[in-house]
């Protein structure tokens, strides 16, 4: 089937056909489960070799292993979610705005974009670790639901929230070195630490500065200063005590 044939196929639109037979749209490009035909079905590679796509870009909800064929360059949000994904090789340098990779088979977030100018969603997968993950998250980071036990590899910097409930994580070590919103750090050991709303950057950097937490032991006279002193808040000493050693 010629390039042309798979446009009108896919219902492409306002495409250019490149010299090296890749495609650019200056559109949204709906490849989506819902987005197709009955007839076309669930797609497991991409039908299409893209290059620059200025808006939005879906290929979700399909039995993809592999992200080849896709867009370098997109300009909107690029929807790779609920596929079989292992690896996010081929997937694009560029994203101006949110990135979702949630639902897929993902132990790590190497070949991420280097930045996204939105949300970066990666619930829901096998992550073991961050590596990989983009230096810069314009708004808000989403790892939850996955099998981290820490974070190093996570952003630098996240414009907004940053959120990673549901993982195995016992320490902050590893941290963005800005998180513009709150932090999600629930049904985690070290949520058990943190059994308050409103967690920020300022409460992580100061429980790190005072090094509250140190190969597993607690230090209980620092943790009552940050948590009591600095924040006002409260402590569960016996939840702690189900995943740390407390040195009183």
Not at 36 to 59: H, M, Q, R, W
Not at 204 to 227: E, P, S, W
Request: charged share 25%.
């Amino acid at each position: 089937m010629s390039i042309e044939e798979l446009c009108e196929k896919f219902n492409l639109k306002d495409y250019t056909i490149n010299d090296d037979g890749s495609i650019d749209v200056d559109n949204h490009v709906f490849l989506g489960t819902y987005d197709l035909s009955a007839e076309i079905g669930y797609l497991d590679e991409l039908p299409l070799n893209f290059n620059k796509v200025t808006g939005d870009f879906y290929c979700n909800e399909h039995v993809l292993t592999t992200l080849k064929g896709s867009p370098k360059w997109v300009g909107g949000s690029f929807y790779c979610n609920d596929n079989k994904l292992t690896s996010l090789e081929y997937s694009p340098v560029y994203v101006g705005e949110s990135f979702h990779c949630g639902g897929n088979r993902l132990i790590d977030l190497k070949f991420s974009p280097e930045s996204v100018g939105d949300d970066f969603n990666c619930i829901g997968n096998i992550l073991t670790s961050l590596e990989g993950s983009p230096y810069k998250v314009g708004d808000s980071f989403y790892c939850n639901d996955n099998k981290l036990t820490d974070l190093k590899g996570c952003p630098e910097e996240v414009g907004g929230s940053f959120w990673f409930t549901n993982n195995e994580i016992y320490d902050l070590k590893e941290f963005p070195k800005s998180v513009g919103g709150k932090i999600g750090l629930k049904n985690n050991p070290i949520g058990s630490i943190f059994q308050f709303g409103g967690i920020d950057i300022d409460i992580i950097k100061a429980f790190n500065t005072f090094k509250v937490l140190k190969d597993g032991v607690v230090n209980l006279k620092r943790l009552k200063y940050v948590i009591y002193e600095l924040f006002d808040q409260f402590i569960y000493l016996h939840l702690v005590s189900e995943y740390y050693k407390i040195k009183k």
